[in-house]
């Protein structure tokens, strides 16, 4: 027999997932590990992505820089 390894994306898709399984009466396992696992929406981690590269180019600031630049906002 083969083994499907699936991805879903959403909880939605999970949830499809396992109730097309269960009405198949295929027999599965279910990492539970990722269990509320926050799916991101692609606009974040689109930004998440920009701001690591930013990182690695050094463009980035000191929680004390960034304190001390703003605390007479504070």
């Not at 499809?16 to 929406?41: K, T």
Request: hydrophobic share 35%; with cysteine; proline share 4%.
């Amino acid at each position: 027999m083969n083994t499907f390894i699936v991805h879903p994306k959403t909880i939605a898709q999970q949830e499809a997932v396992r109730a097309a399984l269960e009405a198949l009466n295929v027999d599965f396992e279910s990492d539970e590990s990722e269990q509320g696992v926050c799916i991101l929406p692609p606009n974040v981690v689109e930004q998440v992505k920009k701001s690591e590269e930013q990182f690695k180019e050094g463009k980035w600031y000191s929680h004390q820089e960034v304190m001390s630049e703003y605390s007479k906002y504070l």
